[in-house]
């Protein structure tokens, strides 16, 4: 059987975990503690990334965009109006540059920060850097948040999903950042309304169940998270 190496409060792993099931795609997860820097996982990516894919064929397929482009490539076009890639170019640039805002600038300013200080490093050895949060990372990112969720909130209202007309790999790829943000209670949703009956929606679909299920070892998410009106 396939396999997607990942970790639970990793938005790159968690937009990847919705892809498939959105496609029905059945593939073993695998949790992986990149810190760790495992010599058989260096073998599949030697960046030391997630999420990764390992095909029924054995060949490892390295970074959420990548897979995604991928999973297009090999199935995305035979499920025609559930297709999560746009049919033109213009549709496809678009969600391609908001997957990029969501998985790269916004894990760059806000998420990865926060998972790291919150989360990661009390499951982290010393050795591997855990410890204590460092206050200056948490207030970076949180004075960060502000302004994605203002974009956010500008596209959930401004357009009909996060793209245009239609769920996209935009969607998803926003989902898998705001829930690992909303699992630790980092966003304030009375500031952004359109954002939060935009993720009501997409939290409300079948392939986000298992998100709402994850649990992080000694840190419960927050009385929401798993409630689908909040």
């Not at 990149?34 to 490892?60: I, K």
């Not at 995604?68 to 540059?97: F, H, P, S």
């Not at 401004?158 to 943000?181: E, T």
């Not at 939060?196 to 998270?225: C, E, G, M, T």
């Amino acid at each position: 059987m396939p396999t997607l190496y990942h970790h639970p409060v990793s938005a790159a792993s968690r937009f990847i975990r919705l892809v498939f099931r959105e496609y029905a795609i059945e593939a073993e997860l695998l949790e992986e503690r990149p810190w760790e820097q495992r010599r058989d996982f260096l073998a599949l990516n030697p960046a030391a990334t997630l999420p990764v894919y390992v095909d029924e064929s054995m060949h490892a397929i390295c970074g959420a965009g990548v897979i995604a482009e991928y999973i297009d490539e090999t199935c995305g076009a035979l499920k025609r109006d559930r297709r999560l890639l746009g049919d033109n170019v213009l549709e496809r640039a678009e969600e391609r540059r908001l997957m990029d805002w969501f998985l790269l600038k916004m894990d760059n300013d806000v998420t990865r920060h926060l998972a790291r200080e919150r989360i990661l490093k009390t499951i982290m050895s010393k050795e591997h850097g855990g410890g204590a949060p460092d206050s200056k990372a948490l207030r970076m990112a949180r004075n960060n948040i502000k302004q994605h969720l203002r974009y956010l909130d500008w596209l959930a209202g401004s357009r009909n999903w996060l793209a245009g007309d239609k769920m996209s790999y935009a969607d998803l790829a926003a989902a898998g950042a705001v829930s690992v943000l909303d699992y630790i209670g980092e966003i304030k949703w009375d500031e952004a309304p359109q954002a939060r009956q935009w993720y009501q929606r997409i939290k409300s679909r079948p392939s986000f169940r298992p998100l709402l299920a994850d649990r992080i070892r000694n840190l419960p998410p927050v009385s929401h998270y798993a409630d689908l009106d909040f």
